[in-house]
């Protein structure tokens, strides 16, 4: 089975363009590394998220996901650090599997902060407003 | 050692190889009871899907990974979401190493 990215949809293009050049090389880095770890972020479970099953991947300035192996692997959060210590920025995914077309589909949705200071959405409402859209355009397209 | 007992019906279900849970509802049930109908998909389940008049069988709701992915590529290829399939193939970024 192949493993595809999908082409970045205009809005994640434009949430890359406003993180800072080293978060969204990192970024990049992490959805280069899709193709290799489709499976690497962890399973969301509520909302409409949840209902998709759609992945997050945490990352920061100093994660490098280009370093599969060794000392670097990622940040670490120990039990006995602050939950809220961890890293801040989230690439937000969907994996399809498709076994008759023989094709895996990684589907980024949304790259940004996380859970961000009061006044800005943060990734994971960027993603459920991007599957919404995507819903409503498909509605419209048929009424027409 | 960890021992799961199976009662009755269910063990004859698995062992049938066949889907469980399997129920039938209309699509007013379905919204209502959304909760415990995506639980039930998840574990495997299908739901046989009838109109509210129970005039019309409409089909089957399943999230069987064999029909969900094909299911999602398609409909994302037809809104025009994403291009057609033979395009993406095309995408230098392409994998080709992984084993199914």
Redesign the interface.
């Known amino acids: 089975?192949?493993?595809?990215?999908?082409?970045l949809?205009p809005v994640v293009e434009r949430q890359l363009a406003a993180l800072d050049g080293p978060l969204c090389e990192v970024a990049l880095g992490y959805v280069?590394r899709l193709?290799?770890e489709p499976y690497l972020g962890h399973l969301l479970r509520r909302g409409l998220l949840g209902?998709y099953d759609v992945r997050a991947v945490y990352f920061d300035q100093e994660s490098r996901p280009r370093e599969l192996l060794g000392e670097h692997r990622g940040p670490l959060r120990l039990a006995s650090d602050d939950p809220s210590a961890g890293p801040r920025y989230r690439v937000v995914y969907r994996i399809?599997?498709?076994?008759?077309?023989?094709?895996?589909?990684v589907?980024v949705l949304a790259v940004g902060e996380g859970h961000p200071s009061p006044g800005s959405e943060g990734a994971y409402r960027d993603a459920e407003r991007l599957l919404r859209d995507?819903i409503k355009?498909?509605q419209e397209?048929r009424k027409r | 050692m960890t021992l799961t007992v199976i009662r009755g019906g269910r063990y004859d279900r698995l062992m049938a190889m066949l889907p469980s849970p399997a129920r039938a509802m209309t699509l007013e049930e379905i919204q209502a009871e959304r909760d415990d109908v995506?639980e039930a998909l998840r574990e495997g389940g299908v739901i046989l899907v009838h109109s509210n008049e129970l005039d019309c069988f409409l089909g089957v709701l399943t999230r069987d990974?064999?029909v969900?992915?094909?299911a999602?590529?398609a409909?994302?290829i037809e809104?025009g979401?994403?291009?057609p399939?033979d395009v993406?193939?095309q995408?230098p970024?392409?994998?080709?190493t992984?084993?199914?």
């Open positions: 089975m192949r493993t595809v990215i999908a082409p949809e280069a193709r290799m209902s399809a599997e498709a076994p008759m077309a023989g094709v895996r589909m589907r995507q355009s498909d397209r | 995506l990974p064999s969900l992915g094909d999602e590529l409909q994302q809104a979401h994403l291009p399939l993406l193939l995408d970024g392409v994998d080709e992984q084993p199914a």
